[in-house]
């Protein structure tokens, strides 16, 4: 199979993609340049939806696979847009070259619902269907075009030619490697036709033997048994058809699974993130609303904080002299002594002054006369005559003017205005945190987890097939030693023909084993050569690399040549990926399939050695036609491309325009063209 050319219109960020993939002899591979998230790995959607179709259950999913950059879509819009994929490929059958153009359309009906239309053109041979066309009819058409790709390349083995190499390292993380190789080994090899032959040959013999047995008691137990058995082994096929199925569906779901998984801790992130916007919202708000209160009390109160200290500090002079007045009036108006206090009064003084030898010894002091002269009224003094300036003012006056002044006053309004300008940008960016948590709802609410149960339910329903596989399988075994004890009562007694089907199965089964075990030592082989070169980390020290005799548990070992294993689990992220890319190209290069190869992120996470080595010992002889999809700090222009450009059949480079919401394509590898 070789692609020539792919075409897509307003397929995510494709508008118009137009790619000429053709190859030469000498130069298979073709390279593809662009920037993270500008549209390689939509490409590489591109390839395998152009050849297996897309998988659109609503309108939403329809919606995300059409162009941004299309229009925005409105019902009108809606109505008239396609999505188209073609694919155009050459393939061998029956060693001539057929030629295909496949096309893939994808609409809305009036309904909202998605819709496919399908057109084949085998060498000139058109076969069509789609959404619209009677269930029968369809089925039968889509069955003609399923076969004709099946030829070409089965869609359960694309897995192994069209695939990210950064999901490749992981595939060693789970048992979803087994899986793929044990569900279609014996196809890609072609072991299966000898393993029918041998079953088909088994139950001639079962029935030849049924027809010998003499006593028809010892006959009917006997087709009792073989009934029994095949019952069980058509239990077994069905079974394992289901466990394929299921098999099949885990290794197609994986990716999607794992994202999803992904989303499901992105959303418990983003509803983080929402409770935390939400809360500094909250606060934001209460300091606004604690601000304002703030605010109209301040003008409210506007003659306490303001008036007052002003009046209070112009007046401090004046309320001075009112208090001074007002004490001087309380002291003249103090109630005079009587006559009797003030005899005591001077009686003591006058006791005084003789303890004190200050009176004239011998002259008395009359008390009565002093007395009586003191309570004489004293001559009116003319200042005190006049009137007080602050008579006016009564007590409760003069206790609020004192009161003016003992007040401590503060003025709120600098602080207010200087939380003003904060507060103002902190409100500014509630707006931007409203916008912030309605885009982190949109994404969650746009994501479909049904998916999520879907594949874990079919986890558990994958388990409990094995089980039921491995029990029927054990009671067929069971039953076959039964049917082996009656077998040799017929063998003792002469029969060619008898003979003959015996010999059969073993022939059919022997050729399927040393089928199996020629591609197995094949691919060992070849493993081991790639290894030695590809896997820095144990370059030239691989002494053997071992594939289980098992097909339906196949697992490989590395080996040291100092004897000892090397455990794939320890082997790093880059190290993981090479091997399981060097099984894959000896898978490729053993199987009856001759198919492109196409990696997405094709250095992954290697270093600069390992870089090299691919370069140099990988990709130039991987296949036919090879379709590599890197960024510029992968294949680097100026030094990885140089050293690949010799083996370059083509090269583009895809560019996005971020106005338009969409990708173009170029010539040559990040400016860099192709020598010819």
Known sequence: MILKRIRAHYFKTYQTLDLDLTTLPDRPIILIGGANGGGKTTLFEAIYGGLYGLKIRNAREFDQLVSAGYAPLDAPVRARVQVQLELHFAGNVLQHEQQYVLKRTYALNPQGQPQEAVELNLNGDIFRYGSAMPSKERQRAEAEVAKIIKANLPQELSRYFLFDAMEAGALLKTDQLNRLIRENIENVMGFQKYQQLAQAAEKLVQQHTADRLALDKEKEEYQRLTSTKATLEQRAAQLERQLGTARQYAVDQQPTYQALKNSVNAEET???????????????????????????????????????????????????????????????????????????????????????????????????????????????????????????????????????????????????????????????????????????????????????????????????????????????????????????????????????????????????????????????????????????????????????????????????????????????????????????????????????????????????????????????????????????????????????????????TLQRDKENQCTDVVGGYFGRAVLE
């Open 270 to 652: 983003l509803t983080q993130k929402i409770k935390t916007l939400e809360q500094q919202m909250e606060a934001t708000q209460g300091r606004h609303r604690a601000w304002r209160e703030q605010l109209t009390g301040f003008v409210e109160n506007l003659e306490r904080h303001i008036v007052l200290p002003q009046l209070a500090a112009g007046f401090r002079a004046e309320i001075g002299l009112v208090e001074q007045s007002r004490a001087q009036q309380q002291t003249q108006q103090r109630a005079p002594l009587t006559p009797d206090t003030l005899t005591a009064l001077v009686e003591q003084a006058l006791a005084y002054l003789t303890a004190r030898r200050a009176l004239v010894p011998g002259v008395p002091v009359p008390v009565p006369d002093l007395v009586a002269h003191l309570l004489q009224p004293a001559a009116p003094d003319p200042a005190a005559a006049a009137p007080a300036p602050y008579a006016h003012l009564d007590e409760a006056e003069v206790r609020a003017l004192a009161q003016l002044l003992a007040t401590a006053y503060s003025n709120p309004f600098s602080g207010l205005a200087s939380q003003q300008p904060e507060l103002a940008e902190a409100l500014t960016a509630v707006g931007r945190q409203q916008q912030q948590i309605a885009d982190y709802r949109r994404q969650i609410a746009g994501h479909d987890y049904s998916l999520l149960q879907e594949f874990e339910h079919n986890e558990k329903e994958i388990k409990r097939l094995e089980n039921d596989l491995r029990d029927a399988r054990e009671e067929s075994k069971k039953l076959d030693a039964k049917i082996h004890q009656m077998d040799i009562q017929v063998e003792a007694e002469p029969d060619p023909r008898q003979e003959a089907l015996l010999r059969l199965r073993p022939f059919f089964q022997g050729v399927a084993d040393a089928l199996l075990r020629t591609k197995k030592a094949r691919i060992e082989s070849q493993m081991l050569a790639d290894l030695n070169l590809n896997l820095v980390a144990y370059r030239g020290v691989i002494e053997r690399v071992e594939l289980s005799d098992e097909l339906r548990d196949l697992t490989f070992r590395l080996y040291h040549r100092a004897g000892n294993e090397i455990y794939l689990e320890h082997l790093n992220t880059a190290s993981k990926q090479i091997v399981v890319q060097c099984l894959l190209k000896a898978l490729h290069e053993s199987g009856d399939y001759d198919p492109p190869v196409m990696i997405d992120t094709v250095m992954g996470v290697l270093g600069e050695e390992s870089r090299a080595a691919m370069l140099e010992n990988y990709f130039p002889t991987l296949s036919h036609q090879t379709i590599l999809l890197s960024s510029d700090s992968e294949i680097r222009p100026r030094e990885e491309f140089v050293a690949l450009e010799a083996k370059v059949a083509r090269a583009y």
